[in-house]
């Protein structure tokens, strides 16, 4: 098993635009966290996925946002008419059904001009 | 609530002298400590982690940090740093299988 991955890991667009991200998280690993993280800050919880299930979601996730995880295998993180305000490092992470760790993919970082 | 305070945004240090990063968090519940490391445009790594036990944890890279429960504080220490130490360390705390809640970061520089 190779860790979690991520796609693209760069990803230029304009304002207005719709972009999309995928996961992949390491097999066997039931729960899945999206982080989105602005320069010069920590980390930020957007929301995350028990298998299938959307359990929590932040208030930083606004309605231009949608996740999903419909096999409880990859996730997608959507975000629809981009602005320039979107423009972050957005991470994803997983862990096993009842580990307090949570391993990190590379990230995908979004520049939106 | 919980929160995580790094008290320091930048600590320079010259090359095989010692460091600490400071962490203090704020939580009405056991909780579980992390401290990762992130290199220039990769995702974050761990370095060590308290889940519970013997309250000085090691971990990788020769660094090592102490939970102190009535300080609330979990420092990161490494008694001699390299070059390659240079990268952004963030403390995290989470009260199991909830998402993490990190700190803003400390930029650690190592000078040659």
């Known amino acids: 098993d190779t860790g979690v991955s991520q796609d693209p890991r760069h990803k230029i667009t304009k304002r207005g635009q719709n972009v999309t991200f995928r996961c992949d998280p390491i097999?066997?690993?039931?729960?899945l966290y999206w982080y989105r993280q602005t320069l010069g800050q920590g980390p930020e919880f957007l929301t995350y996925f028990q298998n299938e299930a959307q359990l929590e979601k932040s208030r930083l996730l606004s309605d231009r946002f949608s996740a999903e995880r419909p096999k409880g295998s990859f996730s997608t993180l959507e975000i629809q008419r981009t602005e320039q305000g979107d423009s972050a490092m957005y991470l994803c992470a997983s862990s096993l059904p009842g580990g307090n760790e949570q391993f990190f993919g590379p990230g995908t970082r979004l520049t939106v001009l | 609530a919980q929160s995580v305070t790094q008290l320091d945004s930048q600590v320079p240090v010259f090359e095989e002298a010692p460091v600490e990063l400071r962490c203090n968090y704020s939580s009405s519940v056991s909780v579980y400590l992390f401290w990762y490391v992130q290199y220039p445009n990769q995702g974050l790594q761990l370095l060590l982690k308290?889940?519970?036990?013997?309250?000085l944890v090691k971990g990788i890279n020769g660094f090592e940090a102490e939970f102190n429960k009535s300080q609330t504080s979990f420092h990161l220490r490494k008694p001699s740093v390299h070059i390659s130490d240079t990268a952004e360390y963030f403390c995290a705390v989470h009260s199991g299988n909830t998402p993490l809640v990190f700190g803003k970061g400390t930029r650690l520089s190592v000078i040659a």
């Open positions: 097999s066997e690993h039931n729960r």
């Open positions: 308290y889940l519970s036990g013997s309250t």
